[in-house]
């Protein structure tokens, strides 16, 4: 067992709460974007306020979730500001829409998403008219066949399936074939191809696996997914057994693929795991995992001294961009901390800490989907 002790949820909240608190030093006057310091992304300036406030609203969402409002009415209405600021097309500070840049289709699915989540104590005290913006933000998605059949799949579906509970435009038939491209993906194991090509990675953990366990829960869900969640939650199990062994004795996830500066997503599919109640990991297990990964990037950079997460893996390095990585991409990290929107009697946060397969002895697995061999040592980690 690791020498250290796994976080308390405090611990866990005062995280977010520093993350949050320092991201939004960086705010636009009308709260609508979030413009973090660093070179402007492939997108432009723009693209990159709209990043920095969906992506942080994640975080804030799980935060709000797990006290079910009390004591958050601040960062509510914070959020709820920006919300209104940035549907307004009049504002300076309006959100780029769908129809004008593809990357704007990421993000409209983290502010539905966040919406669903926290529906009472944001959505539910908006304004008529600026819940009736949002609507007509978010619209665009709505036969909008230029969705690329990757992960992208779940930004379209995600975004229908808010719109579907609060009454906007919808299409079933497009809900249901996004559900059959996903599907399609399916491979080995558990693991999913990030589309019909060769491709596997950390998209895995922080957007194929996650995504059918947070819609499935979502109010525009529920007949949709009744007859999907045993076979999702076998894919996630299945997947949890390689992704655990995964994770070297330090915490680190595996150096691969694309986007790594999203640094500490790659604790979100052990999060996914409790939310879900997959059978073969146990939450002391799957909690153990998610912070072993999150405190591996925070005791090496990440949140830099300023609170705020760079372009990087560990400190600031540049060069691990991708062509649309901006200044606030780094914050799907929140995805990481997942698992602060589970109150503060769920039974993971109690539950004894499990050892990482590294932490137990050594490993020899074959990952069949991807084609690798996994060699781990406990004497070295």
């Given at each position: 067992m690791p020498e250290t002790a796994d976080w308390?949820?405090?611990?866990?909240?005062?995280?977010?709460?520093?993350?949050?608190?320092?991201?939004?030093?960086?705010?636009?006057?009308?709260?609508?974007?979030?413009t973090l310091p660093g070179p402007e992304g492939g997108?432009?300036?723009?693209?990159?306020?709209?990043e920095g406030f969906a992506r942080t609203f994640l975080l804030a969402g799980f935060r709000l979730a797990g006290e079910r409002g009390q004591g958050l009415d601040e960062l509510a209405d914070w959020y709820a500001t920006g919300i209104a600021t940035g549907t307004e097309k009049s504002s300076p500070e309006r959100w780029v829409r769908l129809e004008e840049r593809g990357q704007a289709k990421v993000e409209a699915a983290s502010l539905a998403l966040i919406l669903d989540l926290t529906r009472p104590w944001i959505w539910d005290r908006l304004k008529p008219g600026v819940q009736e913006r949002v609507v007509d933000y978010l619209s665009p998605a709505v036969g909008d066949d230029t969705y690329p059949r990757t992960n992208w799949v779940w930004f379209r579906l995600v975004v229908q399936t808010f719109l579907r509970s609060v009454g906007g435009p919808w299409s079933g038939p497009e809900m249901a074939a996004d559900l059959a491209a996903h599907d399609s993906f399916r491979r080995e194991g558990g693991w999913y191809a990030d589309?019909?090509?060769?491709?596997?990675?950390?998209?895995?953990?922080?957007?194929?696996?996650?995504?059918?366990?947070l819609w499935a829960r979502?109010?525009?869900?529920?007949?949709?997914?009744?007859?999907?969640?045993?076979?999702?939650?076998?894919?996630?199990?299945?997947?949890?057994?390689?992704?655990?062994?995964?994770?070297?004795?330090?915490?680190?996830?595996?150096?691969?693929?694309?986007?790594?500066?999203?640094?500490?997503?790659?604790?979100?599919?052990?999060?996914?795991?409790?939310?879900?109640g997959v059978?073969?990991?146990?939450?002391?297990?799957?909690?153990?995992?998610?912070?072993?990964?999150?405190?591996?990037f925070t005791e090496?950079?990440?949140p830099d001294d300023n609170?705020?997460?760079?372009?990087?893996?560990?400190?600031?390095?540049?060069?691990?961009?991708?062509?649309?990585?901006?200044?606030?991409?780094?914050?799907?990290a929140s995805k990481g901390l997942l698992g602060i929107a589970l109150p503060a009697g769920h039974p993971v946060w109690t539950a004894p800490a499990e050892p990482l397969p590294i932490e137990a002895g050594d490993v020899l697995r074959a990952v069949r989907a991807p084609g690798w061999i996994v060699s781990g040592r406990r004497a070295d980690g």
């Open positions: 308390t949820r405090d611990r866990w909240l005062g995280l977010a709460d520093h993350l949050l608190a320092a991201a939004r030093r960086h705010a636009s006057p009308g709260h609508a974007r979030i997108y432009g300036r723009a693209v990159d306020g709209l589309g019909h090509s060769r491709a596997f990675d950390h998209y895995n953990a922080w957007a194929l696996q996650i995504y059918p366990v979502m109010a525009g869900a529920e007949d949709l997914a009744a007859g999907r969640r045993d076979r999702d939650r076998e894919t996630l199990d299945r997947f949890l057994g390689d992704a655990l062994a995964l994770i070297g004795a330090d915490g680190s996830p595996l150096v691969q693929g694309r986007s790594l500066t999203y640094r500490f997503a790659a604790a979100a599919p052990f999060w996914a795991g409790v939310l879900a059978p073969s990991h146990s939450p002391g297990r799957l909690r153990h995992a998610a912070n072993a990964v999150v405190r591996h090496r950079g990440a609170g705020l997460l760079s372009i990087g893996w560990h400190g600031p390095q540049p060069e691990i961009a991708q062509a649309y990585s901006g200044p606030g991409s780094p914050y799907w």
